[in-house]
């Protein structure tokens, strides 16, 4: 699976949107981009995911470049409740059946919503 | 039932302890995962059961012992662990072995400390 990298840390004002960056510029063909984010203390939380098409769900919207080299995950009004590490990750979707997969957390962006 | 619950919450043991973890979900998931969290780091995979089968185990030592009793239930046995092996273990379930618009569901962990 491609590498991600995301900045270490971010800070949004509550009420306002967060613009979390995401680069990756391995991905390949088949490589779908995930996002989950993880509270404190608590397991991680799918939020999105998507191939080539921006995508948006109640959660969040996801928007990935056209050379799919880099994407953003966007909460449009962040509240305190969204202070968490978000996990950006990108792998591949087989087809086949009967083949594992693993899910590779890489280090994250740490969001503080203030007030 | 979209949870994935973990018991116990927190555990306390001693080196020549043998405890067990407990994992369980309702949502007919084939697939199941446990994975290790160190403070201030990513979850790490362990283990994938795939269809009740042991399909990747990540080098994982030998103290550290899974089991899927069946299509709902993934236990870890612990034995002799050492205190580096604190840490939350985290439960997550999916579709099957190749998450598709649903991602994986996490537990909220257990938070494991050896004495």
């Known amino acids: 699976d491609a590498k991600t990298t995301q900045p270490t840390s971010m800070d949004c004002a509550e009420g306002r949107a967060a613009n979390l960056p995401c680069n990756h510029s391995?991905?390949?063909?088949?490589?779908?981009v995930y996002w989950y984010r993880q509270i404190h203390s608590q397991g991680p939380q799918y939020i999105i995911h998507?191939?080539?098409n921006n995508e948006t769900n109640e959660m969040a919207s996801l928007i990935i470049t056209e050379d799919r080299k880099s994407s953003t995950l966007i909460l449009p009004h962040a509240t305190l409740r969204d202070t968490a590490v978000y996990y950006c990750?990108?792998?591949?979707?087989?087809?086949?059946?009967?083949?594992?997969?693993?899910?590779?957390f890489g280090t994250g962006t740490r969001l503080q919503v203030t007030l | 039932d979209t949870e994935v619950t973990q018991t116990p919450k927190h555990l306390v043991m001693g080196m020549t302890n043998k405890k067990s973890l407990k994992c369980e979900q309702h949502?007919?998931?084939?697939?199941m995962y446990w994975y290790k969290q160190k403070a201030k780091k990513p979850p790490e995979l362990m283990f994938v059961?795939?269809?009740?089968?042991?399909?990747i185990n990540e080098s994982v030592p030998s103290r550290f012992s899974p089991e899927c009793p069946n299509s709902s239930l993934l236990n870890l046995h612990l034995h002799a662990l050492q205190p580096e092996d604190s840490a939350l273990y985290l439960c997550?379930?999916?579709?099957?072995?190749?998450?598709?618009?649903?991602?994986?569901?996490f537990g909220s962990g257990t938070r494991l400390t050896v004495v």
């Open positions: 997550a379930s999916s579709q099957d072995q190749n998450p598709g618009n649903y991602g994986y569901t």
């Open positions: 391995t991905i390949s063909g088949n490589e779908y």
């Open positions: 998507g191939l080539k």
């Open positions: 990750i990108v792998r591949a979707r087989s087809h086949y059946t009967g083949t594992a997969s693993k899910l590779t």
């Open positions: 949502m007919g998931h084939r697939a």
């Open positions: 059961y795939s269809y009740e089968k042991l399909s």
